[in-house]
């Protein structure tokens, strides 16, 4: 899906893997780097610099409660318990052998939740730098695992590029709906109110809220000892209808 496309939507279906445990699905954030050169065809001639911030925002539908994974430690989650989600860490540039950098993180949907796919930029960087940093996109990834661990070449697959940028620090590139087996991905790019340090979030009927009262605030992780949010759990706002 990219900001062209006529649907924003698309679904995988997570039950035809009928319980074979060496299925996998895999959620990431790919960019070709800051400043990346490309030829007449798209193609990547020279990847650049730099890094983005991804943050994977989880909601219980039972609790409300949330939880945020992102590469930083301590927050990276675990498969081992909720919201079953593992995160690989940061990258800090292009990926091995002149691969476009990638932050993923493993899934194991067993209940129905959400998950927010915010991507930050950071103070650091300075509002409207996403679309500085060469064609970030959201894979979504199910299938049977290759080498590695991750899901092969025959995988089911969902791209979601980043639409127009604004000047903002926050975008959330894909909402993702897991319901009695079937994935929904909801790939329209929205942003955070210009300026604003708020990170997006989900209220407890699973609907985008730009700046959840009391929710994660991001901050520069140069002067927080690499910790990029305030927070990273709490309880979904009820709606108020103003988002």
Not at 20 to 47: I, K, S
Not at 52 to 65: I, P
Not at 131 to 158: C, H, K, S, T
Request: charged share 25%.
């Amino acid at each position: 899906m990219s900001k062209d496309s006529a649907t924003k939507t698309a679904r995988i279906d997570l039950r035809k893997s009928q319980g074979d445990p060496n299925w996998v699905l895999t959620v990431g954030l790919e960019w070709d780097g800051r400043g990346a050169h490309y030829d007449a065809y798209g193609r990547v001639t020279r990847y650049g610099t730099g890094d983005l911030d991804v943050y994977f925002f989880c909601r219980d539908e039972v609790t409300n409660k949330y939880v945020v994974i992102s590469g930083e430690a301590r927050h990276r989650g675990t498969l081992d318990k909720w919201p079953f989600i593992h995160h690989d860490g940061d990258s800090k540039g292009p990926g091995n052998r002149d691969r476009p950098a990638v932050e993923q993180v493993r899934v194991l949907p067993t209940e129905n939740g959400d998950l927010l796919v915010n991507v930050y930029q950071s103070v650091d960087n300075g509002t409207g730098a996403i679309d500085a940093f060469g064609r970030p996109r959201v894979a979504i990834r199910y299938g049977r695992a290759a080498p590695g661990g991750l899901p092969g070449d025959d995988a089911d697959e969902i791209l979601v590029y980043v639409g127009n940028g604004q000047d903002s620090y926050w975008a959330t590139i894909a909402h993702i709906d897991v319901q009695d087996g079937i994935l929904t991905v909801d790939g329209e790019t929205r942003y955070s109110h210009p300026g604003s340090e708020q990170m997006p979030g989900l209220d407890t009927t699973g609907t985008w809220v730009r700046e959840p009262q009391g929710g994660p605030v991001g901050r520069s992780k140069k002067a927080n000892r690499g910790i990029g949010l305030t927070k990273y759990t709490g309880r979904c706002p009820t709606p108020t209808g103003k988002y």
